[in-house]
Protein backbone atom coordinates (compact mmCIF):
# COMPACT_ATOMS: atom_id res chain seq x y z
CA UNK A 1 0.00 0.00 0.00
CA UNK A 2 1.40 3.36 -0.86
CA UNK A 3 2.11 5.79 2.00
CA UNK A 4 2.69 9.04 1.94
CA UNK A 5 3.23 10.81 5.20
CA UNK A 6 4.45 14.78 6.01
CA UNK A 7 5.80 16.28 9.09
CA UNK A 8 7.63 19.42 9.50
CA UNK A 9 5.07 22.25 9.94
CA UNK A 10 4.01 24.66 12.33
CA UNK A 11 4.05 28.01 12.95
CA UNK A 12 6.63 30.31 11.83
CA UNK A 13 7.70 33.98 11.83
CA UNK A 14 7.58 35.56 8.28
CA UNK A 15 10.65 35.68 7.07
CA UNK A 16 11.59 32.87 8.55
CA UNK A 17 12.66 29.02 7.31
CA UNK A 18 11.24 25.92 7.27
CA UNK A 19 11.82 22.55 6.60
CA UNK A 20 9.18 19.91 5.34
CA UNK A 21 9.53 15.93 4.79
CA UNK A 22 7.31 13.34 3.39
CA UNK A 23 8.00 10.02 3.74
CA UNK A 24 7.14 7.31 1.42
CA UNK A 25 6.34 3.48 1.18
CA UNK A 26 4.81 0.90 -1.03
CA UNK A 27 6.57 1.66 -3.71
CA UNK A 28 10.01 2.04 -5.29
CA UNK A 29 10.41 5.45 -4.52
CA UNK A 30 13.26 6.41 -6.64
CA UNK A 31 11.53 5.72 -9.96
CA UNK A 32 8.79 8.02 -9.62
CA UNK A 33 8.60 11.74 -9.78
CA UNK A 34 6.85 13.61 -6.69
CA UNK A 35 5.28 16.88 -6.12
CA UNK A 36 4.33 19.51 -3.36
CA UNK A 37 1.24 21.28 -4.09
CA UNK A 38 -0.57 23.43 -1.25
CA UNK A 39 -3.94 24.80 -0.03
CA UNK A 40 -4.33 27.92 1.50
CA UNK A 41 -6.97 28.43 3.83
CA UNK A 42 -10.25 28.81 2.01
CA UNK A 43 -8.38 28.43 -1.46
CA UNK A 44 -7.65 26.10 -4.11
CA UNK A 45 -4.93 23.83 -4.77
CA UNK A 46 -2.11 25.03 -5.94
CA UNK A 47 1.17 23.14 -7.38
CA UNK A 48 4.66 24.40 -5.63
CA UNK A 49 7.04 22.33 -7.02
CA UNK A 50 8.52 18.94 -8.77
CA UNK A 51 11.76 16.48 -8.09
CA UNK A 52 11.97 14.03 -11.12
CA UNK A 53 13.69 11.01 -10.48
CA UNK A 54 17.07 9.74 -11.08
CA UNK A 55 16.75 8.85 -14.69
CA UNK A 56 15.89 12.33 -15.50
CA UNK A 57 18.79 13.49 -13.40
CA UNK A 58 16.18 14.85 -10.46
CA UNK A 59 15.41 17.84 -12.00
CA UNK A 60 13.61 20.27 -10.52
CA UNK A 61 10.50 22.53 -11.55
CA UNK A 62 8.90 25.48 -9.68
CA UNK A 63 5.58 27.79 -9.52
CA UNK A 64 6.70 31.21 -10.20
CA UNK A 65 5.22 31.69 -6.50
CA UNK A 66 8.14 29.86 -4.46
CA UNK A 67 11.19 29.87 -7.06
CA UNK A 68 14.15 30.91 -5.94
CA UNK A 69 12.83 31.01 -1.95
CA UNK A 70 12.36 27.03 -1.70
CA UNK A 71 14.02 24.15 -2.29
CA UNK A 72 13.14 20.49 -3.34
CA UNK A 73 15.06 17.54 -2.67
CA UNK A 74 15.06 13.82 -2.29
CA UNK A 75 16.68 11.03 -0.81
CA UNK A 76 15.87 8.31 -2.38
CA UNK A 77 18.33 5.89 0.28
CA UNK A 78 15.97 7.06 2.94
CA UNK A 79 12.47 7.24 0.87
CA UNK A 80 12.36 10.65 1.68
CA UNK A 81 11.16 13.82 0.00
CA UNK A 82 12.16 17.52 1.50
CA UNK A 83 10.69 20.96 1.16
CA UNK A 84 13.15 23.41 2.21
CA UNK A 85 11.04 27.14 2.28
CA UNK A 86 13.08 30.28 3.50
CA UNK A 87 12.42 34.07 3.42
CA UNK A 88 8.80 32.70 4.05
CA UNK A 89 5.69 35.21 3.67
CA UNK A 90 2.17 35.44 5.39
CA UNK A 91 0.75 34.33 2.07
CA UNK A 92 2.65 30.88 2.21
CA UNK A 93 0.29 30.00 4.51
CA UNK A 94 -1.12 26.59 3.61
CA UNK A 95 -1.62 23.11 4.27
CA UNK A 96 1.00 20.91 2.20
CA UNK A 97 0.82 18.32 0.27
CA UNK A 98 3.09 15.64 -1.09
CA UNK A 99 2.36 13.64 -3.89
CA UNK A 100 3.82 10.66 -5.87
CA UNK A 101 3.16 10.32 -9.89
CA UNK A 102 3.22 6.31 -9.92
CA UNK A 103 2.53 5.06 -13.38
CA UNK A 104 0.37 8.79 -14.19
CA UNK A 105 -1.77 7.79 -10.81
CA UNK A 106 -1.41 10.48 -7.78
CA UNK A 107 -0.94 9.51 -4.40
CA UNK A 108 -1.28 12.01 -2.20
CA UNK A 109 -0.02 12.39 2.04
CA UNK A 110 -2.88 14.32 4.59
CA UNK A 111 -0.81 16.99 4.66
CA UNK A 112 1.17 19.07 7.17
CA UNK A 113 -0.26 22.83 8.10
CA UNK A 114 2.39 25.89 7.71
CA UNK A 115 1.29 28.74 9.40
CA UNK A 116 3.49 31.82 8.74
CA UNK A 117 2.54 34.45 11.19
CA UNK A 118 4.13 37.07 13.20
CA UNK B 1 1.17 28.38 -19.42
CA UNK B 2 -2.14 25.76 -19.60
CA UNK B 3 -4.90 27.51 -17.46
CA UNK B 4 -7.84 25.20 -16.46
CA UNK B 5 -11.05 26.80 -16.40
CA UNK B 6 -13.91 24.91 -14.54
CA UNK B 7 -17.94 25.59 -14.85
CA UNK B 8 -19.50 26.34 -13.34
CA UNK B 9 -18.29 27.96 -10.06
CA UNK B 10 -21.25 26.81 -8.10
CA UNK B 11 -23.98 23.66 -9.19
CA UNK B 12 -27.04 23.39 -7.25
CA UNK B 13 -28.91 19.93 -7.68
CA UNK B 14 -30.87 17.38 -5.77
CA UNK B 15 -30.05 13.85 -4.72
CA UNK B 16 -30.62 11.93 -7.68
CA UNK B 17 -30.27 14.34 -10.13
CA UNK B 18 -26.96 13.95 -12.62
CA UNK B 19 -24.38 16.66 -12.37
CA UNK B 20 -22.01 17.69 -15.14
CA UNK B 21 -18.91 19.45 -14.38
CA UNK B 22 -16.62 21.20 -17.05
CA UNK B 23 -13.17 21.73 -16.93
CA UNK B 24 -11.28 23.73 -20.40
CA UNK B 25 -7.65 24.02 -20.60
CA UNK B 26 -6.20 26.99 -22.64
CA UNK B 27 -3.73 24.42 -24.37
CA UNK B 28 -3.91 20.90 -25.32
CA UNK B 29 -3.57 18.53 -22.69
CA UNK B 30 -2.20 14.80 -22.87
CA UNK B 31 -5.42 12.92 -21.54
CA UNK B 32 -3.37 9.93 -19.74
CA UNK B 33 -2.01 13.15 -17.00
CA UNK B 34 -5.72 14.40 -16.26
CA UNK B 35 -7.57 13.98 -13.05
CA UNK B 36 -10.20 15.16 -11.02
CA UNK B 37 -10.49 15.56 -7.29
CA UNK B 38 -13.07 15.78 -4.49
CA UNK B 39 -12.46 17.98 -1.45
CA UNK B 40 -14.60 17.94 1.60
CA UNK B 41 -13.73 20.27 4.67
CA UNK B 42 -10.73 19.40 6.08
CA UNK B 43 -9.81 16.89 4.52
CA UNK B 44 -7.22 16.00 1.71
CA UNK B 45 -8.16 15.60 -2.01
CA UNK B 46 -9.87 12.63 -2.83
CA UNK B 47 -8.25 10.86 -6.27
CA UNK B 48 -12.04 10.54 -8.41
CA UNK B 49 -10.31 10.35 -11.83
CA UNK B 50 -6.82 9.68 -13.51
CA UNK B 51 -5.90 9.29 -17.24
CA UNK B 52 -9.40 11.92 -17.66
CA UNK B 53 -11.45 8.70 -17.59
CA UNK B 54 -10.01 5.92 -15.17
CA UNK B 55 -11.55 5.60 -12.34
CA UNK B 56 -9.37 5.43 -8.78
CA UNK B 57 -9.67 2.51 -6.66
CA UNK B 58 -12.70 2.75 -4.44
CA UNK B 59 -14.65 5.36 -6.26
CA UNK B 60 -18.05 4.09 -7.56
CA UNK B 61 -18.98 3.82 -10.94
CA UNK B 62 -21.87 6.52 -10.70
CA UNK B 63 -18.66 8.80 -11.39
CA UNK B 64 -16.80 9.11 -15.13
CA UNK B 65 -14.99 11.13 -16.42
CA UNK B 66 -14.52 12.03 -19.85
CA UNK B 67 -12.81 14.39 -22.48
CA UNK B 68 -9.58 15.08 -24.34
CA UNK B 69 -7.42 17.93 -25.73
CA UNK B 70 -8.52 21.20 -24.45
CA UNK B 71 -12.31 19.96 -22.78
CA UNK B 72 -12.97 17.41 -20.25
CA UNK B 73 -16.20 16.52 -18.61
CA UNK B 74 -16.70 14.84 -15.05
CA UNK B 75 -20.34 13.13 -14.51
CA UNK B 76 -21.80 11.79 -11.61
CA UNK B 77 -24.87 9.82 -12.98
CA UNK B 78 -26.77 9.58 -9.69
CA UNK B 79 -25.79 12.55 -7.13
CA UNK B 80 -25.62 11.15 -3.19
CA UNK B 81 -26.63 12.84 -0.22
CA UNK B 82 -22.19 12.26 0.52
CA UNK B 83 -21.25 13.57 -3.01
CA UNK B 84 -21.86 16.91 -2.38
CA UNK B 85 -18.40 18.90 -1.98
CA UNK B 86 -15.38 20.78 -4.31
CA UNK B 87 -13.86 19.42 -7.03
CA UNK B 88 -11.11 20.21 -8.95
CA UNK B 89 -9.24 19.46 -12.10
CA UNK B 90 -5.70 19.12 -12.72
CA UNK B 91 -3.05 18.36 -15.28
CA UNK B 92 -0.02 16.97 -14.35
CA UNK B 93 2.01 16.68 -17.32
CA UNK B 94 3.44 18.34 -20.56
CA UNK B 95 5.27 21.42 -19.13
CA UNK B 96 4.49 23.44 -15.59
CA UNK B 97 3.05 24.75 -13.58
CA UNK B 98 0.74 21.56 -13.54
CA UNK B 99 -1.94 23.82 -12.91
CA UNK B 100 -5.34 22.78 -11.16
CA UNK B 101 -8.59 24.32 -12.10
CA UNK B 102 -10.66 26.77 -9.61
CA UNK B 103 -13.01 24.24 -8.75
CA UNK B 104 -16.39 23.81 -8.97
CA UNK B 105 -18.60 23.74 -5.66
CA UNK B 106 -21.49 21.10 -5.47
CA UNK B 107 -24.20 22.33 -3.39
CA UNK B 108 -27.45 20.84 -2.41
CA UNK B 109 -30.32 22.81 -3.57
Known amino acids: EVQLVESGGGLVQPGGSLRLSCAASGFTFSDHYMDWVRQAPGKGLEWVGR ?68 | EIVLTQSPGTLSLSPGERATLSCRATQSVDSRYFAWYQQKPGQAPRLLIYGASSRAAGIPDRFSGSGSGTDFTLTISRLEPEDFAMFYCHQYDFSPPYAFGQGTKLEIK
Open chain 1, 51 to 118: TKNKGHSYTTEYAAAVKGRFTISRDDSKNSLNLQMNSLKTEDTAVYYCVSLISGYPYWGQGTLVTVSS
